[in-house]
């Protein structure tokens, strides 16, 4: 056809379209060589024409109201492999890793570590005696509570390094009333001014660590007063001051214990 363009390709199009229908038009050049030839090429062009305008209006219709750029990144991610991510755990009582059965009472007793890492007594992921509560001190730190409700009923501190708290702790722990959990830690130093009577009142609820407690002894110790508890439940644990193996100077690691305690059958 030649190239035709603007106002030309208009002209073309209107003397091709006279020609076609024997209108007679002057000018040199301006009929359309062969009227069936003419009448399919503006058939032709008029369809083309309308093909275009469709196909345009579909991909107004189709293509989301984006940036470019997002356009881009979501078809080169059509090729990627997906990223499969991890669930988050979920926390547990007391930080515990696996959970403790819907029966049962969870706890976890941890010992202070050094000067700056204070004791702590969890039960049913209530802190009944850490820093965040201000009720923790150096010494042997004891929480009390009831086994029927699982409900703190005391919780006290005795410093066993200055002062005479050995009479004090003794009758604190013979206070308790039967049917009570008794969980006690150390921070710092708790044997220093521990005397006899303190270490068979607690020797009484099944200690077998109290009479080792050296100065500075990492020890942590679960009891219960006027019930068993399961065998296979871990009640104690100490840890010794030992100048070769201390990991903060002049005290032994901080020492833990965990697990979960039947709740009375109804």
């Known amino acids: 056809w030649g190239p035709l363009s603007g106002s030309c390709w208009a002209c073309w199009l209107t003397r091709c379209l006279i020609s076609c229908f024997d209108i007679n038009v002057q000018g040199p050049n301006t009929t359309c060589p062969g009227k069936h030839s003419c009448l399919l090429k503006v058939v032709f062009v008029v369809f083309a024409s309308l093909c275009a305008w469709y196909s345009g209006y579909l991909l107004a219709e189709l293509i989301p109201d984006a940036p470019l750029s997002?356009?881009?990144?979501?078809?080169?991610?059509l090729g990627e492999r997906p990223v499969l991510k991890a669930p988050v755990p979920k926390r547990q009582k007391c930080d515990h890793w696996t959970p403790c059965p819907s029966d049962t009472y969870a706890y976890r007793l941890l010992s202070g570590g050094g000067r700056s890492k204070y004791a702590k007594?969890?039960?049913?992921?209530?802190l009944l005696m850490g820093e965040q509560l201000g009720n923790v001190a150096r010494g042997i730190n004891i929480?009390?509570?009831n086994y029927v409700t699982g409900n703190v009923t005391a919780t006290r501190c005795f410093d066993m390094y200055e002062g005479d708290n050995s009479g004090p702790?003794?009758?604190f722990i013979q206070s308790a009333a039967p049917k009570?959990?008794?969980?006690?830690v150390t921070y710092d130093d708790g044997s220093t001014r521990l005397n006899n009577d303190a270490k068979n009142a607690i020797e009484a609820?099944?200690?077998?660590?109290i009479r080792n407690m050296k100065f500075r002894s990492s020890w942590v110790f679960i009891a219960a007063k006027g019930l068993e508890l399961p065998s296979e439940i871990q009640r104690e644990k100490i840890n010794h001051?030992?100048?070769?193996?201390?990991?903060?100077?002049?005290?032994?690691?901080?020492?833990?214990?965990?697990?979960?305690i039947p709740k009375e059958r109804s």
């Open 70 to 77: 997002s356009a881009a990144y979501s078809i080169r991610s």
């Open 121 to 126: 007594i969890c039960f049913e992921d209530n």
């Open 143 to 145: 929480a009390i509570v």
């Open 169 to 171: 702790m003794t009758k």
């Open 180 to 184: 009570s959990l008794l969980f006690m």
């Open 205 to 209: 609820l099944g200690s077998k660590e």
């Open 241 to 260: 001051s030992d100048a070769k193996n201390n990991r903060y100077s002049g005290w032994p690691a901080e020492i833990q214990i965990e697990g979960c």
